[in-house]
């Protein structure tokens, strides 16, 4: 199957400062990109919805300036953590979908774990 | 918006067929039954898709009934390392291609 990185596969940092995450498609073009985020225990919660080339469509409750999402290339998709605080410590994964079509199988990456001290 | 329901969690031993299913009441007629396996601190991987009837890869099975309102992801003769959570999603044209995860189901095998 179609391979996802993403970079780094952890971080920590200080609170208030910012931490950006990286999601690549390595073998394959992905128009769409989502980007979840995962508590210990729980499910995975999507956050985000990143259209190549487009501004990203937020799931209700997620602050899209504390969530900085950039999609500038068919294999890159970045979420960037603006002013983390240790209650954004969490898991972090992206997927992608290789085509435009709807029914696609998503790929997912190896997931980022941030902990913000 | 599709939602299912599935066992929280499964205890299996090495060597049984694993069943699990999951009702999805309200799939929308352009929707698609996709399973997903997760190990702790990694992505969730793609196991199996379909639509109707029955689907079989060299990982599982996939049982749909003719009313598509439940599905059924067999695991044949399972090791102990298919210990792990599977969710059970819905998703094509009610949530617009979106996976939207439920709890999941963990399964336990043991030795």
């Known amino acids: 199957g179609a391979v996802v990185s993403q970079h780094p596969s952890w971080v920590i940092c200080k609170s208030g400062t910012s931490v950006k995450i990286e999601c690549r498609s390595l073998d394959f073009q992905a128009t769409t990109m989502f980007w979840y985020r995962q508590f210990p225990k729980q499910s995975l919660m999507l956050m985000a919805t990143s259209n190549e080339g487009s501004k990203a469509t937020y799931e209700q409750g997620v602050e899209k300036d504390k969530f900085l999402i950039n999609h500038a290339s068919l294999t890159l998709s970045t979420l960037t953590v603006t002013s983390a605080h240790p209650e954004d410590s969490s898991f972090y994964i992206c997927?992608?979908?290789?085509?435009?079509?709807?029914?696609?199988?998503?790929?997912f990456g190896p997931g980022t774990r941030l902990t913000v001290l | 918006l599709a939602k299912t329901t599935q066992p929280i969690s499964m205890d299996s031993y090495e060597g049984q067929e694993v069943n699990i299913t999951c009702s999805h009441n309200?799939?929308?007629?352009?929707?698609?039954i996709t399973w997903y396996q997760q190990f702790p601190s990694q992505g969730p991987r793609f196991i199996i898709q379909g639509y109707k009837t029955k689907v079989t890869n060299e990982v599982a099975s996939l049982f749909i009934p003719a009313d598509r309102k439940s599905s059924t992801l067999s695991l044949p003769r399972v090791s102990l390392s298919d210990t792990a959570v599977y969710y059970c999603l819905v998703y094509g044209s009610s949530n617009t291609g979106k996976l939207i995860f439920g709890q999941g189901t963990t399964l336990q095998v043991k030795p």
């Open positions: 997927s992608a979908r290789g085509t435009s079509g709807l029914y696609n199988e998503q790929f």
């Open positions: 309200n799939i929308a007629t352009n929707d698609y």
